[in-house]
């Protein structure tokens, strides 16, 4: 199958791309937002071909994943829209771009995200993530915290950013991500933007992972860490209470509990270990990528299908 997709999620679509099809991501000189084409920092399969947008041809399914890609689909291509954000601003009653809509379907990537999002009639699903398995393996050898985001400084309360110092009083936190270089604080140091790769080996030697964002429907980062046998503090909120089990992390709204159990897992180690095991476990059974690809390939070919 031919699927054409936009390069806006590369955490997403380097999961995505390591099915059985042909994909077909536009590129522009500028590799800008709407043509950015293959991934630079990704392993990307060579079944992932980058054209200009005017040169693909054949396409039986697109892939949207932004209001502005709609128009630039071809005439008659069925089209899946993958919702990969909780909504913004007039929470809980969020109209969603795509709602009311007998064109298309909407494929949440967390039953949250299908929950708070209001599509009207529009037909929904969820297709859960699925990622590659980080070949990085904790060590917790540096007695260090690690975060994993995305411009925390110009999203600051989104991806807690204002709740950083308060961990780093209790060890060194490493923030690794695009847009980090900027960030300042006592034991705050950024890593910014490192290929994939090295980012996990390094994550994967710090002690404990913090997941501060307040308002994501679930940070892939976090599936990889608990991929990787991490132990996970973080906050309850979103998908994140249905991904971290209590026997696989510390969840909580409060504050104080989260810096509490910072201090705990830096001072028992086997606690940590056991935890991270655990998370491992739940991640690879929740989150495996033979899973993801398999729902994936059902949509792909009733979407193809019922076109005809």
């Known amino acids: 199958m031919n699927i054409l997709l936009w390069h806006v999620h590369g955490s997403w679509t380097t999961s995505f791309v390591q099915g ?44 949207v994943q932004r209001p502005e890609e709609l128009e630039l689909v071809p005439r008659g291509v069925p089209v ?33 995200n299908e929950l708070f999002w209001d599509t009207g009639g529009t037909r929904t699903t969820v297709i859960e993530h699925g990622i590659v398995e980080p070949s990085a393996r904790w060590s917790g050898d ?34 690794f991500g695009m847009g980090v270089e900027g960030l300042r604080g006592p034991r705050i140091t950024p890593y910014d933007d490192p290929p994939q790769h090295v980012m ?12 501060l964002t307040r308002w994501t429907s679930l940070g892939l980062s976090l599936i990889e860490a608990m991929q990787m046998g991490m132990p996970v503090v973080g906050l309850a909120t979103t998908e994140a209470v249905a991904a971290v089990p209590p026997d696989a992390g510390v969840l909580d709204t409060r504050v104080s509990t989260l810096v509490e159990a910072t201090h705990w897992l830096l001072e028992d180690a086997e606690a940590a270990r056991s935890l991270g095991t655990r998370a491992r476990q739940v991640a690879l059974a929740r989150y495996g990528l033979d899973r993801f690809l398999a729902d994936w390939d059902r949509l792909l070919e009733e979407e193809k299908c019922a076109s005809r």
């Open 142 to 175: 540096v007695d260090h915290l690690a975060i994993v985001t995305n411009e925390p400084i110009r999203r600051n309360r989104v991806t807690g950013t204002d709740l950083f110092p308060r961990f780093a009083a209790v060890a060194p936190l490493d923030v």
């Open 80 to 112: 899946i829209y993958v919702e990969h954000n909780t909504p913004k601003g007039d929470v809980p009653n969020s109209w969603h771009p795509m709602a009311d809509r007998d064109d298309l379907i909407v494929a949440h990537v967390t039953d949250f």
């Open 20 to 63: 059985k099809h042909r994909y077909l991501i536009p590129v522009n000189d500028a590799r800008d937002a709407m043509g950015r084409g293959r991934a630079q920092t990704f392993d990307w399969p060579a079944t992932v071909e980058e054209l200009p947008l005017d040169q693909i041809r054949d396409v039986d399914v697109a892939i």
């Open 200 to 211: 996990h080996a390094e994550v994967a030697r710090r002690r404990i992972y913090l997941h």
